[in-house]
Each structure stands twice: as structure tokens, then as C-alpha cells.
């Protein structure tokens, strides 16, 4: 019989006094950066942005340099899909309170700068695998508004033919929508070898959030990763909580970017999209040019809760949120840029904020519209196996319900 | 095949319906469980005194499966203080609320929460089993379980097959896990996987049907038990089976089926939520043809399980069909039909059949097509008896 000492020593949570809270010393703040000459009239002729100092940290890398070439039109182009995506995952959200998506549905509103950062910093020979809150992703990879919404609507036309819901999208080298915590991983590293055995100039960016980057085979894929020197870039999405989990509680070290141990890392201001772009651009030209994989982390935050069933306000303050919202969103961060720049009016934003909105809403309403699957067996079966190479027949409930491909 | 055709193409011709739970307005079957009459459950505290398996004069209180459940982990962290309990969100009762208030009442040193990390969770539990503790493990949905496959058939199964003469085992070892669909999981939170774990010697791999049945088993898993135990927890009953549970500590065998309802003509052998329907589609059939009685017979613990009271059974009344709602490819149907002609062959007089789970995946707006219902249970109670 163990005394009652042995069992307290057993238990790991007795030293959750002494764990410090999660460290996230890079700026969160949105509208960080800077820029030194006047910006010039042309909508797309390059100049130069100054990022915060604060707006990467690393771990055995030299830093990605401090300035970003960028231009007027894709400024805009970054403010209008970051305003398209959040316009989305408040349709989801509308649509998930009407009951009219049903099952899970994870939003990544507050995220926006991962998703289109990342985007604006690689070509779409790229590829990306994440996890489950992919709704950005899949829309930034090239699924349509129409498609993602009917998708989580369970029809026919969305974007996995209705069988996957929210957690489950793929769109040209966009590997998922993954429901399994810390699955993609693996995966992706197997990718970026694809990549690297055929030669192309291409990176594969794997993402999983702080939660996820505790599971074992995410350390797996580091070591393989290494092993085979993969272009491969791992990235934590750290939004600071698994589920209603902060990240001190759940890892023993909270510097994600220090997790590859023999992998450099590289821990970038997530909440702004600029400083996203210019470390993702950094990381990408790092591994194809053979040095091997890295290990991101994106400091970012969710405004909502887990998934729609979390109203995440039990394991957080309604005053953090409050403050990442008032304070460091994303989208106000670059409008606010934009404006002190003179990269547009306030006029011009107003039309691309109605324009986004616009867009989004007709697609979100031409998704409503779609019809539900059609209740055969075949849309039952299809496909388990490649199409044409099944079995004969599966089998139903029933010995009568089998069904004969 | 006549009748089986005019029901595929009356499924066809469906109105346009949403998501699974919702009848068809022309449905005379498949209506919606009335868990508020169905007697399966205990819906009166003398009914549950009149049943062998609970402590007799015992109080008692109304709880539904997931109240159940935590009423069972608050007796087992009371009664020995070797009892842990953890998992993802635990500490904060749980994502269906089954340790809520644990951690309060028994400290973050007994109830915690873990990181995301299946595969740990389990070999911890089996490493904190082998040094005598009742470790007390929660996988948030079956369908995660997977990363800790390898843990669970590789280390927990074959731990007692390896230890020599140590004596070390990992008795008092639980695993448990909510399976199971609700009409809206879609891939990755709809998946009963107990068929793969019944395939590995060395574990228990129970299923309780209801709040009083998984109180008792699961303290039974616990105290009773010195192996590996997999508990799956059917998640739709978490709120909607609510019956009197013993407020006491006790407990219910393992490896013991249950005959629930008597009967002569015919046995159908079920576990966990489609025992609901087996029970439905019986009073069905007993009103529509006069004089036949089925015996609906509960298997608990799925493996080891219970052949000797599935056999009588089938001796007795010599037709069988077997229910459940995983798929029907190598599933526990296979192992029981085949058990009953090994055992019963010459006393059958129907094939055995099989209801259960399409050999398919859990498309997210496709559940209410590729799992068990009340008129396929229906229809092979008709079929067996007419054969």
C-alpha cells in the first residue's frame, strides 16, 4: 500500500504553483511596423516596411532581416482577404446558432494573419496541411466561400462533398482539415520529402497549435524531418490555449519554437500580418535552399472560444479579450498602418469592407441554397476505394442492403 | 429481397430531411427513443430494488449517464486513495461533464488535467497501474484513442503475459472513453471501436447500456478486476438515458450478459445504445404478431464475454440476431454468430443475422443511413421468424 506521501509525489500537476506562465515576448501588437521614405503613388511598385524589433525571436537561426518589400496592392489584397475571411467564420457562426451546421466547427477568428500571411508569403506549388481549424486555410489555398459554407451545411457541392464538415477540406496542394489532434504532422513532413525527392523548389508548411504540439509524433516528424534535412516548416499556431487548457499548464516548456531541440526555431508576431509574411518568406527560402527544416511559432490568439460549444470565457478573462481585440487585431493593426501610410483612404477601405462583406455574404447565401445529398447508396459507399477499383459490394445493416459497385 | 428493395427505394424517395434524429413524417418505426418510458430503463427507485444486480434498500437518486458516471468516480477516489483521475480537460469536468467537481473535492493532485496526448496518457496509466494505483484514464472521444493503440494492445494487454513471476500487473487500469454517434460527429467523433480492442486478449472491454449498469461496472472495472479495462461510454445516453442509480458503492460482474427482457421465439443479442431499438422494435413486433415473445439479452462486457447465457438463450429459442452500432465488417456480430452455430447448430432454425454499422465511413450529414435502426431491427426479427 503506497502512503499518501508517495501518491501526491506521483501526481504532476503538485507543481503547477512554480510553473511560470507562458512566455510570448514577441509582440502581439498588430501595427507594429513602420515605413521611412513616403510611400509611392503606384498601386503596385515595391517599398519597403520596417518591422517592429520585437517582432521575431529565434533559436539557433540568425533572424530574418527586420524590413519587408510589400506594395500597395497587396496590402490591400492582405486587408481584403483577412475582412473576407472573418466575414466567413462570423456566416459559420450565424449558421451554427441557427442550427443549421450541425456537429464541429472550430473558428479562427483573431487568427486571420496566419492564414493570410502565410499565404502571401509562398506560391501555390507550397503546400500547407493543418489541423482542424481550417476554414482560412482552405479559403486562402483557393476553396470558395460557397464551397467551405456548403461543406459545414453537410451538401452536396461543399468542398468534400458534404462527408466532412468543418474539420475536413482539401483544395489544391492544401492537405487538410485534419481531426486528429497532432496527425498532420507526420504527414506533412512526408510531403516535404515528396518535395525534395522530386526536386522542386517548393516548402511544405505543417501547422498544429500549442495544444497539439504535445503529442508524440509531432516530435516523430521533428526528428525526421532533420534526419533527412526536409523542407519542411513545422508551425505551432500558438493561441495560447488547448481547448480551455493555457499552454503553461500543458507543456513543460512554452517556447514552441525551441521544441525542434536540434531543429532551429523561429517565434514570429503572429497578430501581424507583415511580420507573418517576412518570416514565412525567410523560412521558405531557408529550407529549399537545403538547410533543412524549421520550427515556427505564430504568437497569435482566438477571440472566440474552442469550438462552438466553448464560449471561452471560463479559463480566460473577458478583459484579455477584450484587450487582444481592442488592441492587437489583426485587421484593425494594417487598416490602421495603411491609413498612416497613405496607402489608401478611408474611403477606399470602406469600399473594400462593403465589397468583401458582399462577396462573402452572396456565396454564403448561394451555399444555403444547395441542395442536401441525395439519399442513394451510392454517395453511402463511394469513395471507401478508388473509384473503379472497389470490391464487388460492402455490406449494409443488413445482408439486403449490400450494395454492388 | 423484394421487401428490402421497396425499402431502399422508399429511402430514395425521402423527403429532403437535415441531419440524423429527425423522422421522416411518414415513419411508423424509426421514431425517436422515448427515453422517458423505454424499460430498459429504471424509471422508478423500487423497480431498481427488485433487480438482483443492485444493493437491495439501497437509497437512490435519478442521474442520467454522465451524473452516473461522475457519482462512480467520486466513489472510487472516496473509497481508496490510490484511485487517479486524468485525461484532457478533466480537470475542468470533462468535455460531457463526467468529472465535474472532482477536482474541487479531491485536489489536482488525484483529478488533472493532461496535455494533448493519447499515446502518454495511456502508457502513464499503465506505468502508474503497475505500481499499484487505480489510475482512472479518460480518452476524450474513442476516436482519438488510436495514438495509443500502440500502449494499450502492446504494453497494458501483455503486461501480465510478460511480468514472470513479479506479480506486477496493472489490475485497477480503466481506460474509459465516450463512443458512439449522436447524428452530427461526422468522421472523427462518432466511431465505436470496440471490436478492435475485443480482438486483443488481456483486456476487458465493457459497454454499459445505462446510468445504473455503468455505475456498477465501472466500479467493477476498478476494485474488482486485476487487468486492463476499456470502458466505452456510449456518448448519446450522457444526457438522454436518465434512471434511479444506488447512491452506495457496488458492484456488477464483468463477463456477465444480462437478459433483460424473457422470451421464447427468438434472441437478440445487443450492447450499449441499439439496445434501445432492439427494445422498440420488440414491443413492434410483439404487437403486430400476436403471441410471438423475443429475448433481448444485454452482453455488458463485450469481451471477455458471456457465450454460456448467449447459448441457453439460443438453445432455448432457436433464432438469434445480433445488433451493434459499429460496422458490421469483422465485428463482435461475426464472433457471436459464429459462436452460436459452434455451439448451437443443430438447435437453430434460422441463419443467425446480423444489424449492425454499414461498411462505411461516418460522412458528417450521412449517419441516420449507415447505422441500426428500429425498422432494420424490425425487419430481421420478421425475416428470422419467418424463415
Known amino acids: 500500500m503506497l502512503s499518501r506521501a508517495a501518491v501526491r509525489q506521483a501526481a504532476p500537476l503538485k507543481c503547477r504553483a512554480f510553473t511560470p ?149 482539401f483544395a489544391e496542394n492544401f492537405y487538410g482539415g485534419n481531426g486528429i489532434v497532432g496527425a498532420q504532422v507526420p504527414v506533412g513532413a512526408g510531403l516535404a520529402f515528396a518535395q525534395q ?191 473503379g477499383s472497389e470490391p464487388k459490394w460492402m455490406r449494409g445493416r443488413t445482408v439486403d442492403e449490400t450494395f454492388y459497385y | 429481397m423484394a421487401s428490402s428493395r421497396t425499402s431502399l ?35 422508478t427507485s423500487s423497480s431498481l430494488s427488485n433487480t438482483s444486480d443492485y444493493p437491495a434498500g439501497a437509497t437512490s437518486k435519478r442521474l442520467n449517464l454522465y451524473q452516473a458516471i461522475n457519482s462512480a468516480l467520486r466513489t472510487a477516489l472516496s473509497k481508496s486513495d490510490r484511485t487517479i483521475v486524468f485525461g484532457e480537460d478533466v480537470g475542468f469536468g470533462g468535455v460531457f461533464r463526467c468529472s465535474m467537481d472532482l477536482q474541487t473535492e479531491f485536489g489536482s493532485d488525484r483529478v488533472f488535467n493532461t496535455p494533448l496526448t493519447e499515446q502518454g496518457i495511456a502508457g502513464f496509466a499503465i506505468g502508474a497501474a503497475a505500481e499499484g494505483m487505480k489510475p482512472i484514464a479518460e480518452i476524450q472521444f474513442a476516436d482519438y484513442v488510436f495514438p495509443a493503440f500502440d500502449q494499450i494492445v502492446n504494453e497494458a494487454a501483455k503486461f501480465r503475459y510478460r511480468e514472470g513471476a513479479t506479480g506486477i500487473n496493472v489490475g485497477g487500469l480503466v481506460i474509459r472513453m465516450p463512443c458512439g454517434a449522436v447524428g452530427h460527429g461526422a468522421l472523427y467523433h462518432s466511431q465505436s471501436p470496440e471490436s478492435l480492442f ?13 446510468p445504473a449498469q455503468a455505475k456498477g461496472l465501472l466500479l467493477s472495472s476498478i476494485f474488482e478486476h486485476n487487468d486492463p479495462v476499456v470502458f466505452m461510454e456510449p456518448k448519446i445516453l450522457y444526457r438522454a438515458a436518465v434512471e434511479y442509480v444506488p447512491n452506495e458503492y457496488y458492484t456488477i460482474p464483468l463477463s456477465k450478459a444480462e437478459i433483460i427482457k424473457p422470451g421464447n421465439d427468438l434472441t437478440i443479442i445487443s450492447y450499449g445504445q441499439p439496445l434501445y431499438m432492439c427494445s422498440s422494435a420488440i414491443s413492434a413486433i410483439e404487437k403486430t404478431m400476436p403471441g ?33 452500432e459499429s460496422m458490421i465488417n469483422y465485428g463482435v456480430g461475426a464472433e457471436v454468430a459464429s459462436t452460436i452455430q459452434e455451439s448451437a447448430f443443430l438447435r437453430l432454425e434460422a441463419p443467425v443475422k446480423r444489424v449492425a454499422g454499414w461498411s462505411t465511413h461516418t460522412g458528417l450529414s450521412y449517419e441516420k443511413f449507415i447505422l441500426p435502426d428500429i425498422a432494420r431491427i424490425y425487419d430481421a426479427i420478421k425475416q428470422t421468424l419467418e424463415y
Open chain 2, 198 to 210: 475485443a480482438h486483443i486478449p488481456g483486456l476487458r472491454v465493457v459497454m454499459p447500456r445505462s
Open chain 2, 9 to 43: 427505394r422508399s429511402l430514395a424517395q425521402a423527403p429532403r430531411r437535415l441531419y440524423s434524429g429527425a423522422p421522416t413524417p411518414a415513419a411508423k418505426l424509426n421514431l425517436p427513443i422515448d427515453y422517458k418510458t423505454t424499460p430498459i430503463l429504471h424509471h
Open chain 1, 197 to 387: 525527392y522530386n526536386e522542386q523548389p517548393n516548402t511544405s508548411i505543417v501547422l498544429y497549435g500549442d495544444g497539439a504540439s504535445n503529442q508524440g509524433q509531432v516530435f516523430e516528424a521533428f526528428n525526421m524531418a532533420k534526419l533527412w534535412n526536409l523542407p519542411v516548416l513545422f508551425g505551432c499556431e500558438n493561441n495560447k490555449y488547448g481547448m480551455g487548457t493555457s499552454a503553461s499548464r500543458s507543456s513543460a516548456l512554452t517556447e514552441y519554437y525551441k521544441r525542434g531541440q536540434y531543429i532551429p526555431g523561429l517565434k514570429v508576431n503572429g497578430m501581424d500580418v507583415l511580420a507573418t509574411k517576412a518570416a514565412v518568406q525567410y523560412s521558405k527560402n531557408y529550407a529549399i535552399t537545403g538547410n533543412g527544416p524549421l520550427v515556427l511559432e505564430y504568437v497569435t490568439y482566438r477571440y472566440g472560444g474552442h469550438s462552438m460549444s466553448d464560449p471561452g470565457t471560463t479559463y480566460r478573462s473577458r478583459e484579455e479579450i477584450q484587450r487582444m481585440r481592442s488592441t492587437n487585431d489583426p485587421i484593425a493593426g494594417l487598416k490602421q498602418k495603411m491609413l498612416e501610410w497613405g496607402v489608401t483612404s478611408e474611403e477606399e477601405l470602406k469600399g473594400l469592407d462593403k465589397t468583401a462583406r458582399a462577396n462573402v455574404d452572396a456565396e454564403v447565401a448561394e451555399a444555403e441554397q444547395m441542395p442536401f445529398p441525395e439519399n442513394t447508396a451510392r454517395n453511402l459507399f463511394e469513395d471507401i476505394y478508388v473509384r
Open chain 2, 292 to 324: 410471438v415473445n423475443v429475448e433481448l439479452i444485454d452482453l455488458r462486457t463485450i469481451y471477455p464475454w458471456d457465450r454460456q447465457t448467449v447459448i441457453n438463450s439460443v438453445k432455448k429459442t432457436g433464432r438469434a440476431i445480433v445488433v451493434h
Open chain 1, 21 to 169: 506562465l507562458a512566455r510570448r515576448t514577441v509582440t502581439t501588437d498588430a501595427a507594429s511596423a513602420n515605413v521611412e521614405s513616403p510611400v509611392p503613388q503606384e498601386d503596385d511598385k515595391l517599398f519597403t516596411v520596417r518591422l517592429s524589433d520585437e517582432s521575431f525571436e529565434t533559436y539557433e537561426l540568425d533572424p530574418p532581416p527586420y524590413t519587408l518589400e510589400t506594395s500597395k496592392k497587396e496590402l490591400k489584397q492582405m486587408y481584403y482577404d483577412m475582412v473576407a475571411m472573418r466575414r466567413m467564420e462570423m456566416a459559420a457562426d450565424r449558421l451554427y446558432k441557427e442550427k443549421k451546421i450541425r456537429g464541429f466547427c472550430h473558428l479562427s477568428t483573431g487568427q486571420e494573419a496566419v492564414a493570410v500571411g502565410i499565404e502571401h508569403a509562398i506560391t501555390r506549388m507550397d503546400k500547407i496541411i493543418t489541423a482542424y481549424r481550417c476554414h482560412g486555410f482552405a479559403m486562402m489555398r483557393g476553396g470558395t466561400v460557397k464551397s467551405i459554407i456548403g461543406e459545414l451545411l453537410g451538401r452536396r457541392e461543399g468542398i468534400a462533398y458534404g462527408k466532412g464538415g468543418s474539420m475536413h477540406m
